[in-house]
Every structure is written in structure tokens, then in C-alpha cells.
């Protein structure tokens, strides 16, 4: 039961990339071409699922939700709806509802990824600064092998402050990502805010000799100064 829901999401995820290649005229196209077909059956949950990609593609998130919701009074543990609606949710500020159906779908799935960190970006989002945290260390020991797991986490530690705990995740984001510009200014960033110039000059230097332009870290660099 469960591998035959991961294949739904899998199916939208597939969709919702192939239409990344369409334009927006070909998206209305498919679009006008699958409320046809969901008239013919209008109880294909395949359909449905199709046409919400469809609404995400262009943006029309309350089209989207609604779709999916129909899905879920067909199928009240149709992953895919579940995943995909939480995601909808949250890109219209309704963190309450987009909380809800990601804990349903881990409910479910408790070991994905992205529903993981995207109920950790959530409750982020609401405020629910001690519940983030503790999203993002499930997500960290969920995943240990995950570059984005520790720079996910990295990051939210940097915005609360807590510098030392940042500087430990942007390590090991670095160890598993050591070409990440964007990791390593990060870092530089935090130990310059520690006042520990030596340290953040001599990463830009690494970088540099690892052949990273100056122009790039010229920001840093200058803070350095």
C-alpha cells in the first residue's frame, strides 16, 4: 500500500516536470485538455492529480488545493494529494493547514525527506521556533548523510542567533558539499559576526587557491579588513 502511494507522488513530481518545459499557453492547453477528461470521469483520481500539477505550474494555488482536496474525499491517505497540498498551503501563507497534511503524510512516510524539512520550513514560518528545531533534528538524524539536512539547519541556528551550533552544521555541510560557495561564505559570515577574522580570512584564501574568483567573495573579504 505504501510503495503503491510513493508511486502516486512520484507520478506528480514526473508531471509537474515535464510541464516545466511548456509554456504558458501549452500549459492552458493541457489544462482546458484535462477538466475535458475530468468531466468524461470525473471520479479519476490520476486526473485530478494531473490538472492540480497542472494549476501548480501556473501558479493557481487555490485550483490546485481544491483539487486536491477532492482527491482526499476519494482517498483520505492519497500521498501525493497530501504532499502536494501541504506544499500549496504553505505557498499561500496557510502554515496551519500546510502543517497539518505534512504530519499526515509523515504519518504515513515518516522517513521523506522533503515532507520532513517542509513541515520543519513550516513551522519555521509560524514562529514555532523550539517544534522547527526539533523538525530539523529529526530531519539531521533522519538523514545524516544529507548536505541539505545540515545546511537546513545551519541556516535557522544562524537566523536565531545561536552561532557556535551554526558553525558545527555549516562543517558538516561543507565535509559532505567542500565546493559549496554558498556553504563556505556562510561560515565565513558567522566567524566574522564571532570576530574571529583569522579563521573566516584564512577559508576565503582556501577558496581562493581552489580557484573560487575574488570577485565572488569580495563582500567577505572586505570584511575582513
Same mark, same amino acid.
Given at each position: 500500500?505504501?510503495?503503491?502511494?510513493?508511486?502516486?507522488?512520484?507520478?506528480?513530481?514526473?508531471?509537474?516536470?515535464?510541464?516545466?518545459?511548456?509554456?504558458?499557453?501549452?500549459?492552458?492547453?493541457?489544462?482546458?485538455?484535462?477538466?475535458?477528461?475530468?468531466?468524461?470521469?470525473?471520479?479519476?483520481?490520476?486526473?485530478?492529480?494531473?490538472?492540480?500539477?497542472?494549476?501548480?505550474?501556473?501558479?493557481?494555488?487555490?485550483?490546485?488545493?481544491?483539487?486536491?482536496?477532492?482527491?482526499?474525499?476519494?482517498?483520505?491517505?492519497?500521498?501525493?494529494?497530501?504532499? #502536494?497540498?501541504?506544499?500549496?498551503?504553505?505557498?499561500?501563507?496557510?502554515?496551519?493547514?500546510?502543517?497539518?497534511?505534512? $504530519?499526515?503524510?509523515?504519518?504515513?512516510?515518516?522517513?521523506? #525527506? $522533503?515532507?520532513?524539512?517542509?513541515?520543519?520550513?513550516? %513551522?519555521? %514560518?509560524?514562529?514555532?521556533?523550539?517544534?522547527?528545531?526539533d523538525e530539523l533534528n529529526?530531519?539531521?538524524?533522519? #538523514?545524516?548523510?544529507?548536505?541539505?539536512?545540515?545546511?537546513?539547519?545551519?541556516?535557522?541556528?544562524? $537566523?536565531?542567533?545561536?552561532?557556535?551550533?551554526?558553525?558545527?552544521?555549516?562543517?558538516?555541510?561543507?565535509?559532505?558539499?567542500?565546493?559549496?560557495?554558498?556553504?563556505?561564505?556562510?561560515?565565513?559570515?558567522?566567524?566574522?559576526?564571532?570576530?574571529?577574522?583569522?579563521?573566516?580570512w584564512a577559508l576565503l584564501?582556501?577558496?581562493? %587557491?581552489?580557484?573560487?574568483?575574488?570577485?565572488?567573495?569580495?563582500?567577505?573579504?572586505?570584511?575582513?579588513?
Amino acid at each position: 500500500m505504501i510503495k503503491r502511494l510513493v508511486l502516486l507522488v512520484l507520478l506528480v513530481l514526473a508531471v509537474s516536470t515535464t510541464m516545466q518545459a511548456q509554456t504558458a499557453s501549452e500549459w492552458r492547453d493541457s489544462l482546458a485538455e484535462l477538466n475535458r477528461q475530468i468531466r468524461q470521469w470525473p471520479t479519476s483520481v490520476d486526473l485530478r492529480l494531473k490538472k492540480a500539477a497542472v494549476n501548480i505550474e501556473l501558479g493557481q494555488w487555490e485550483y490546485a488545493i481544491d483539487e486536491y482536496s477532492k482527491v482526499l474525499e476519494m482517498d483520505s491517505r492519497n500521498l501525493a494529494a497530501l504532499y #502536494f497540498r501541504a506544499y500549496a498551503n504553505s505557498n499561500l501563507r496557510h502554515y496551519d493547514l500546510s502543517m497539518r497534511d505534512y $504530519e499526515a503524510f509523515l504519518a504515513v512516510v515518516p522517513k521523506h #525527506f $522533503e515532507a520532513q524539512l517542509g513541515l520543519a520550513m513550516v %513551522k519555521r %514560518k509560524m514562529g514555532r521556533r523550539n517544534d522547527a528545531l526539533d523538525e530539523l533534528n529529526r530531519l539531521v538524524q533522519l #538523514f545524516p548523510d544529507s548536505t541539505m539536512a545540515y545546511a537546513s539547519r545551519a541556516s535557522y541556528e544562524a $537566523e536565531l542567533q545561536q552561532w557556535e551550533v551554526a558553525l558545527y552544521d555549516w562543517d558538516e555541510a561543507m565535509k559532505r558539499d567542500p565546493k559549496n560557495v554558498d556553504f563556505l561564505v556562510s561560515k565565513v559570515d558567522i566567524l566574522l559576526r564571532l570576530k574571529r577574522y583569522d579563521e573566516a580570512w584564512a577559508l576565503l584564501q582556501d577558496a581562493m %587557491k581552489r580557484g573560487v574568483p575574488r570577485s565572488a567573495l569580495k563582500e567577505w573579504i572586505d570584511r575582513c579588513k
